[in-house]
């Protein structure tokens, strides 16, 4: 038999290759940086290259292109050549407004350029796939507020003046709801008279265009037919198209305009009742994003003022909509008697308001829409040019019962399904270039409440962790290598170490709903797998934690034993994976049937080799899955799995962080007043520091930060430093500092005598030494102290940190982070006592170097509380340093160590042990107190106040 071919090795260009191409040519001409002597400006390269191809290396842009702009040379291919290099830059996630800032007179002139290209026919200059380049380009000036020169274009677009696209009576239903604003749209037409009429022109084409585009891509949207083949260009455009309108309504300086403009316009009508939506494979990822952009339209938020909604206004909102629509009925339209006199909760259901406005004509759905300032008025004698579907649409979407957004969120599902998991529109693969658009919400510099940063944070750490999910099931499930026996059912040729056959599956408890939900409290099932396997992967498997997250497969293989794997087909078709399921485990069964828990009893020793562990369901997912198969009469995915896996312990946290943040998002508030703004990326981020809170404190002790009166005075060069304590041998460590506070309030003008004195009196400090009591005789009662001579800088982050306000402490490796958050932490500890700390970092490690730290400091290790298995680790590295210093003849620190069941002391069993040895059964009694533990007990009287350490 043949050896299989073996595939072509890729070999890398040569420089010579390279200096060959056509464009690395033109650049070596042109614009290349190395190049002393470039050739003057030609048009025409730009033309060739725009014809050949478009340029993705770097410099042309910068060098060429942008250098180069003038009107006089403006064409079709320089304004799509900039376009290109721009989208590139954003696609490579590189700078790319920096070139335009240089050189900022033409951009305007530019800009308009790309409006017109963006509303031409489709049939002329520019095509279609060029029209989709320029949306990605508006997508990038609309996402890029915070530069000043995409802003004053970008304003001119989105602001009061572009509701002149609305209709007459929803313009002055709007303006009845805001009164403020009528003021300023009276100042508007008074200033609009006065310009002249090109200016004037110009004004209106630009408040205008988001409507017109609007109307241009419902155009589009309407070519597409419903089986017959469509090109994929209709197809990307209409999808970037509805990208660019989730991010306007994602901001919100944009969404606070244009969130009219769009409802009145009624794309989401168009786009549901449209034929893309309806087409399975070329219509998914529209779809999806379209799921996306109907939840901002109508997020709860206030759009003018920017306040989040809460479920009672929403309601409100809903119960105005449906009276205005019961009213108008009630007055014009005697069919509708029955639905006027009804109550609410009769008739906003889809069904209820399909069912009464469903036997009315189209143009009694007209006049009935007009009523609500949603159409223009039908003329007498007319009739309406709007199909039935679309007037019924219309009506049932807006007044139809609403989910808030919180029950959506709790009735979603925290463990990713087959659908999710290689959805490529949201989880893409490895190969994806970013040339593509996703149905994935963007952490963008701004967002909309508090709840929508949440959210979005919620969505993307759960496909982060699909994307992890679907690496590991692909691994295991290849790995065990399924194919379809001879009889039609599963045989597994291989073997996985993070994957078992399933030999028994069986639900075991399905709890009744709580009240008001429509899902399970909880469901339990048991699994029975056979850990015929070796010894070290059987341990493994039986160390299953209680709270560990495993995932339920179901396999139905379709090829023949002994089939190869093809990694470049697609996984799911190859191994037949039908289902995955996630599940949280409870604990393994004994011989009993009853769950082992974790604790210092040692675990049973079980017979055999079959275990049987009982895990949690997703409730959510059990009810979803549950109904579809009552309703639709599918099979029920829970009597088909025949595979579990299991994942590492430190790669398996998703589940417990999605639910943090979904309880968090369930709360009233979680962040401080001041701290609310900077995370929703409004207002000043100075505003968080300590100097610019009103609530500074004044008189602060640093405890043991300063290791002497000169290195205080070394850490705040320009100060004058007054010591209470005249005595030089008395002005030692520890030191209050008592700093000037000025509140900026009832300022008035003053002469310079006076000016001088408050600038002397600013920069005057008084520093107070004052002695700890006395803790005892003996060493180890004395208060362990910093070492450390801190930097001015680093004294400064430690000042902050004790103030109120939020603290950023940047640096390079070695620069001393952890010891000035260690610094800050001890200190935080000894003058505020009623509070808590909450330390919070990425990693296990750096957890235990900060409490390793902090245990090196004086504070009480009965007010450390270290949460996680990494607690082992702490408690490991701390006991072997209490070995090293005693076997260096140190024990006299802790006489209170014993060994555990021996009642002799650490220091008479010395000379036993071996340098770097860790007994096991070392127990640790370090007896130090804080000062304030003298005069009162705090351990149960801490406040719940927290500081924030970054």
Known sequence: MAAPAQPKKIVAP????????????????????HIKKKSPFDIKVIEDIYEKEIVKSSQYLENYLWMNYSPEVSSKAYLMSICCMVNEKFRENVPAWETFKKKPEHFPFFFKCIL????????????????????????????????DLIRSQVQQLISLPMWMGLQPARLELELKKTPKLRKFWNLIRKNDEKMDPDAREQAYQERRFLSQLIQKFISVLKSVPLSDPVTMDKVHYCERFIELM?????????????????DDSHLLVHCYLSSLVHREEDGHLFSQLLDMLKFYTGFEINDQTGNALTENEMTTIHYDRITSLQRAAFAHFPELYDFALSNVAEVDTRESLVKCFGPLSSNTLHQVASYLCLLPTLPKNEDTTFDKEFLLELLVSRHERRISQIQQLNQMPLYPTEKIIWDENIVPTEYYSGEGCLALPKLNLQFLTLHDYLLRNFNLFRLESTYEIRQDIEDSVSRMKPWQSEYGGVVFGGWARMAQPIVAFTVVEVAKPNIGENWPTRVRADVTINLNVRDHIKDEWEGLRKHDVCFLITVRPTKPYGTKCDRRRPFTEQVGLVYVRGCEVQGMLDDRGRVIEDGPEPRPNLRGESRTFRVFLDPNQYQQDMTNTIQNGVEDVYDTFNVIMRRKPKENNFKAVLETIRNLMNTDCVVPDWLHDIILGYGDPSSAHYSKMPNQIATLDFNDTFLSIEHLKASFPGHNVKVTADDPALQIPPFRITFPVRSGKGKKRKDADTEDEDTEEAKTLIVEPHVIPNRGPYPYNQPKRNTIQFTHTQIEA??????????????????GKTDVAVQIISN????????????????????????????????????????????????KNFQLSLLKEALRGESYKYPGLILKGSGVTLSDQMLTLKSGDVPTQLVFCVCTMSPSERTKDTRDKRSHKARFIF
Request: glycine content about 6%.
């Open 828 to 875: 935080i500890y000894h003058n505020f006592p009623e509070q808590r700390t909450l330390i919070v970092t990425h990693s296990n490690q750096a957890l235990n170097q900060l409490f390793e730290k902090i245990m090196a400091l004086d504070i009480d290790e009965r007010h450390l509380l270290r949460l996680g298995h990494g607690e082992e680790d702490v408690q």
């Open 798 to 815: 430690i000042r902050a940190g004790m103030q109120p306000g939020l603290t950023m402490v940047v640096g390079p490796p070695g620069t």
């Open 246 to 262: 989730i991010d306007l309504e994602a901001l919100l300086p944009t969404r606070r305009w244009f969130n009219t403009i769009l």
């Open 14 to 33: 040569t420089v010579s290759q390279i200096n060959a191409e056509f464009v690395t040519q033109l650049a070596c001409k042109y614009w290349a940086p």
């Open 116 to 147: 017109r290209a963006a509303l031409a026919e489709t049939d002329g200059d520019f095509s279609l796939h060029e029209q989709t380049v320029l949306l990605l380009f508006l997508d990038h000036c609309f996402n890029s507020l915070e530069v």
